[in-house]
């Protein structure tokens, strides 16, 4: 006997209905992979209506901005270290990149901070403001690592805050050619030094050939309270110098961030070699806002 058709109008299924959902991202295989698709596609999705995420995008793709702005962000230029400009369009630095800007150095020390312009209070999650997840991304060229300051005195410096406030932070500098981390440990800890024995790649020089093996995109994330590090895609695991922690992947801290922003630093403080510094490709947030 031939089974009957299903009818156009059944209401347990599609279109009518989505199926199952595995809220957690994981069901049998092969739906895994989809389920977490989906989510992310949804997250993308409600971004673009400014409903639950924020995107907030920066390219530097103008060929000049306002006095003391870069882009969406405030600067701190001390005594003009360096020269900030647009890259030459005619400079081939690596196929993708579409907005690059510079910075670079003369003779003389420079201390250069770029911070974002937001009065957006940051994540939040239902009674905890502040706590939810995000990702940050921000990618770079470095010119000459080893001239920079020590790490812990932000030779070069990512984060998704203030450091006096102990926001997460990648970093780097002259002593360090690997990138470090700089975060809580855990609820309600302050910040801490980890390593990541990823190393700091940096360019010698501004010649396109040195520039294209040069760049590195640094991410900071949480998730489901549990923040963690990227570079160039690579998950990082970390060891905290101090001792304990050792080879972890994520550190759990849901705590509130609440003046959570995009910050970057780079600084020398001594005469050094001229045409040193850093070029910028972009600085990204997504940002959960229910």
Same mark, same amino acid.
């Given at each position: 006997?031939?089974?009957?058709?299903?009818?156009a109008?059944?209401?347990?299924?599609k279109?009518?209905?989505?199926?199952?959902?595995?809220?957690?991202?994981?069901?049998?295989?092969?739906?895994?992979?989809?389920?977490?698709t989906?989510?992310?596609?949804?997250?993308?999705?409600?971004?673009?209506?400014?409903?639950?995420?924020?995107?907030?995008?920066e390219?530097?793709?103008?060929?000049?901005?306002?006095?003391?702005?870069?882009?969406?962000f405030?600067?701190?230029?001390?005594?003009?270290?360096?020269?900030?400009a647009?890259?030459?369009?005619?400079?081939?630095?690596?196929?993708?990149?579409?907005g690059?800007?510079?910075?670079?150095?003369?003779?003389?020390?420079?201390?250069?901070?770029l911070?974002?312009?937001?009065?957006?209070?940051?994540?939040?999650?239902?009674?905890?403001p502040?706590?939810?997840?995000?990702?940050?991304?921000?990618?770079?060229?470095?010119?000459?690592?080893?001239?920079?300051?020590?790490?812990?005195?932000?030779?070069?410096?990512m984060?998704?805050?203030?450091?006096?406030?102990?926001?997460?932070?990648?970093?780097?500098?002259?002593?360090?050619?690997?990138?470090?981390?700089?975060?809580?440990?855990?609820?309600?800890?302050?910040?801490?030094?980890?390593?990541?024995?990823?190393?700091?790649?940096d360019?010698q020089?501004t010649? #396109? /050939?040195? =520039?294209? +093996?040069?760049?590195?995109?640094?991410? &900071?994330s %949480?998730?489901?309270?549990? !923040?963690?590090?990227?570079?160039n895609?690579?998950?990082?695991?970390?060891?905290?110098?101090?001792?304990?922690?050792?080879?972890?992947?994520?550190i759990?801290? #849901? /705590?509130? =961030?609440? +003046?959570?922003?995009?910050?970057f630093? &780079?600084k %020398?403080?001594?005469?050094? !070699?001229?045409?040193?510094?850093?070029?910028?490709?972009?600085f990204?947030?997504?940002?959960?806002?229910?």
């Amino acid at each position: 006997m031939r089974p009957l058709p299903i009818s156009a109008c059944e209401p347990t299924r599609k279109p009518y209905s989505a199926g199952f959902r595995f809220r957690d991202g994981k069901g049998p295989a092969p739906h895994d992979f989809f389920d977490e698709t989906q989510d992310h596609i949804a997250a993308l999705a409600h971004a673009g209506c400014g409903w639950r995420w924020t995107i907030s995008r920066e390219d530097f793709d103008n060929a000049a901005y306002p006095a003391g702005y870069l882009g969406l962000f405030s600067y701190r230029n001390f005594a003009a270290g360096l020269t900030l400009a647009a890259a030459p369009s005619g400079l081939p630095i690596i196929q993708g990149e579409h907005g690059v800007w510079r910075g670079l150095s003369g003779v003389f020390d420079y201390d250069f901070e770029l911070w974002e312009n937001t009065s957006y209070v940051g994540a939040y999650a239902p009674g905890v403001p502040g706590s939810g997840d995000f990702l940050i991304s921000c990618k770079i060229v470095i010119l000459n690592r080893i001239f920079l300051d020590p790490y812990q005195q932000q030779g070069v410096w990512m984060s998704c805050g203030d450091k006096a406030l102990f926001y997460p932070a990648l970093c780097s500098g002259g002593d360090s050619p690997t990138w470090k981390v700089f975060s809580p440990s855990g609820p309600g800890a302050v910040a801490d030094w980890f390593e990541t024995n990823a190393t700091c790649v940096d360019s010698q020089n501004t010649q #396109p /050939d040195q =520039l294209r +093996r040069a760049w590195q995109v640094l991410q &900071i994330s %949480r998730t489901d309270g549990v !923040l963690r590090f990227h570079v160039n895609g690579r998950l990082l695991r970390l060891t905290r110098l101090a001792g304990g922690l050792r080879n972890v992947e994520g550190i759990y801290f #849901p /705590d509130e =961030l609440p +003046r959570l922003r995009r910050y970057f630093r &780079i600084k %020398r403080r001594f005469a050094g !070699l001229a045409y040193e510094g850093v070029y910028l490709d972009f600085f990204h947030r997504a940002q959960r806002r229910v």
